[in-house]
């Protein structure tokens, strides 16, 4: 039997990331209430690097402590500038984490930079490494801001930065303009360029937050429209259907000659009458019903039933129409099957009479038949027919909404192409596959199976 490839539903694999990656998404992820995802992203990178700035300062500390035996660490001003800054970048995670990203940003990038210019301060840092040194160390908290903050952020903390280093030949004897002048111009040189990237990414990122808003509202609008649709669907259905059953329920009166004697012409008027009232009636249960299962407004409704009583509930004037056409009409019931099984029995009816009726609908000779069968835990239903069949290549087709292999208008069966659409998603609601084997001319098997639940299991 061919498998037709129906949607894998999304299988739930567990969470497969590992205990780190967790565990650093628990202490990095900004609070539920933040949901533009830029920002999002920021909060988690802030602090990321607010815990590693951290991290890294206190065994820093420690280390000096354990490694020197002679260090006087509350003589040494780098021990109170690394102890406050520790403090400070500890304070902004907390407040990041609270959702004051802005505050806690700026609040770290600035200290960052201060911590910096105070090293270069007290520990004559120009004289140990130089102007590169110094440039190296200025331009990091630049970089950062340049990904952290808006530009103006950034143009801020340039200036500040290049302020204080200016000011500071005022401060310190061994440092000279002379000197200050190529890491001033670097600096400087350097944050343009980084500012014009970073001008570049804002715009880009602006662009791309107004076409997810404009994103969002289409979405908005789209699921309006539809549920407009929906509601005309419905109020459409019941105005249609009010005078439908009227004029059926009139020319059943007519034909059975309650309101008077028909002439043969009248009574084959009347009969027409009321089948072409039934198939339109059809046609706009079948059309309500397919847009309910796709709204998601059709509910699988379980209890328990006698399979049995499935199989004696195939509507009565399908087996009429099969026995006109002389066809052979065949039922057949499993032994192996349980005597009470538990499931949705109208949904299960409607599948059942919506390939019965295609069955008998599209064979004009030989027979239909209908099996329920039990495979290992799965129970089928099987409708097999001696009719015209299906091509291979509209096997998987004919399940899509107004689908017929013959669509054009000159077809000689009637049909909507809705019936197969509302057979495969009604098995998929109850968790069932849908089976086909058909070769032209030749006939066709539609096999759908359902798991087989007991009335224990149910409760
Ligand atoms: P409809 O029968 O209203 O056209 P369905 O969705 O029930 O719509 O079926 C879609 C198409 O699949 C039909 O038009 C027909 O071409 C094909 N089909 C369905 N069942 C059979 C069958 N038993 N034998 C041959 N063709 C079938």
Redesign the pocket.
Known sequence: MTDTKFPVLPQNQGDRRSLLTRFWETLTNPPESIRQPELRRRMRLLSGLLLLLVAITIPSILSTLLVDPEYKPFSDPIFYLALISAVIFAGCYWLNRAGRYRLSAGLSLTTLSLVVLSAVAITDLMGRTGADGLVNYMLFPVVLSSVLLPVLGTVLLVIGNVIVLALMPNFLSGLSYEVLVYPISFVLVVSAAILVVAVMRQRDLQQIERQADALALAVREAEEANRLKDQFLASMSHELRTPLNAIIGFSEVMQMGLAGELNDKAKHATERIYHNSERLLALINDILDISKIEAGRMEVVLQPFEPANLLASIDDTLKRQAGAKGLAFETSLDPALPDRLVGDFKRLEQILF?LVS??V??TEKGSVSVALKRAGDRWLMVVT?T????PPH?HEL?FEKF????GSSRRA?G???????IVRELAIMMDGQVQIE?QPNIG?T?AVSFPIILERESI
């Not at 009719?387 to 299906?390: A, N, Q, S, V």
């Not at 689908?403 to 013959?406: E, G, K, L, M």
Request: no cysteine.
């Open positions: 919506n295609n069955a609908k599209f027919d009719g015209i069949g299906i509209a004919i689908r017929q292999v013959d069966y049909g909507t192409g809705l019936g197969l659409a058909s066709s539609f």
